[in-house]
C-alpha cells in the first residue's frame, strides 16, 4: 500500500494564480515530513522539514503546513522560474533512517 | 552549506564492466543514501550507511554493494552492469540530532549500453 501519495501528478498555473500541492501519509510515529524542488537532470534540493501537526515553515512564495494525515505545500503568486518537480518524503518511527518518497507532483507556471 | 559532490555527472559504460560512483560530503554526518530514480518509479532505496563499514540494504539492493571506509565517502558499486541499471542515482546524506535535514548530491547519470 502507498504510504506517501502526492496530488495531482500535474499541474499547469498561470503566472499569479495561487494554489496547492497535497502530500497525504499512512504511516505511524511521524518524525519528519520533507518537502523538496528537483529540476529536471538534476538532484533534489531540500526545502522545508515539519515535526508536528500544526507546524508552517516558508520560504519565499512557498509555505509548508502539516496535520496528522497530510501536508500542504501552498504556492502564492506562482513565477515562471518556480517550474519544477515537487517531491514529499517521510521519515517515522520504524527505525529505519532511509524517507519514503511520493511520486512528486511536476509544477508548470505559464507567463 | 551543506555539500554533498558526486563523481560523474554523466557516465556511459558497457554490459558486464564493474561499475563504481562515488558520494562525498563535507560536514561529518553519520548517515549516508544511494537512491536510483527513474520515470514513474519515483525514488528507491538501494543502500544506506550509518557509519564508518556498517550498512544496511534498501528496498533494491540485488545487483549492487556499497563500501563505507571513511566518513565523508560512500561509494556504490555495480558489480557486472546490466543494461536495466540505466538510471540516476542520487547520493544523499541526513543530519539527525534536533532537526532532520536531507541533502543530495547533483545526480549521476548513468547509461548502460
Known amino acids: 500500500e502507498d504510504q506517501v501519495t502526492q496530488s495531482p501528478e500535474a499541474l499547469r498555473l498561470q503566472e499569479g494564480e495561487s494554489s496547492s500541492l497535497n502530500c497525504s501519509y499512512t504511516v505511524s510515529g511521524l518524525r519528519g515530513l520533507f518537502w523538496y524542488r528537483q529540476d529536471p537532470g538534476k538532484g533534489p534540493e531540500f526545502l522545508f522539514t515539519?515535526?508536528?501537526a500544526g507546524e508552517e515553515k516558508e520560504k519565499e512564495r512557498l509555505k509548508a503546513t502539516l496535520t496528522k494525515k497530510e501536508s500542504f505545500l501552498h504556492i502564492t503568486a506562482p513565477k515562471p522560474e518556480d517550474s519544477a518537480t515537487y517531491l514529499c518524503?517521510?521519515?517515522?518511527?520504524?527505525?529505519?533512517?532511509?524517507?519514503?518518497f511520493g511520486s512528486g507532483t511536476r509544477l508548470q507556471v505559464q507567463p | 552549506d551543506v555539500k554533498v559532490t558526486q563523481s560523474s555527472r554523466y557516465l556511459v559504460k558497457r554490459t558486464g564492466e564493474k561499475v563504481f560512483l562515488e558520494c562525498v560530503q563535507d560536514m561529518d554526518h553519520e548517515n549516508m543514501f544511494w537512491y536510483r530514480q527513474d520515470p514513474g518509479l519515483g525514488l528507491r532505496l538501494i543502500y544506506f550507511s550509518y557509519d564508518v563499514k556498517m550498512k544496511e540494504k534498501g528496498d533494491i539492493p540485488e545487483g549492487y554493494s556499497v563500501s563505507r571506509e571513511k566518513k565523508e565517502r560512500f561509494s556504490l558499486i555495480l558489480e557486472s552492469a546490466s543494461t536495466n541499471q540505466t538510471s540516476m542515482y542520487l547520493c544523499a546524506i541526513l543530519s539527525s540530532g534536533s532537526y532532520y535535514e536531507q541533502y543530495f548530491g547533483p545526480g549521476t547519470r548513468l547509461t548502460v549500453t
Open positions: 515539519l515535526y508536528s
Open positions: 518524503a517521510v521519515h517515522w518511527d520504524t527505525g529505519r533512517r532511509a524517507l519514503t
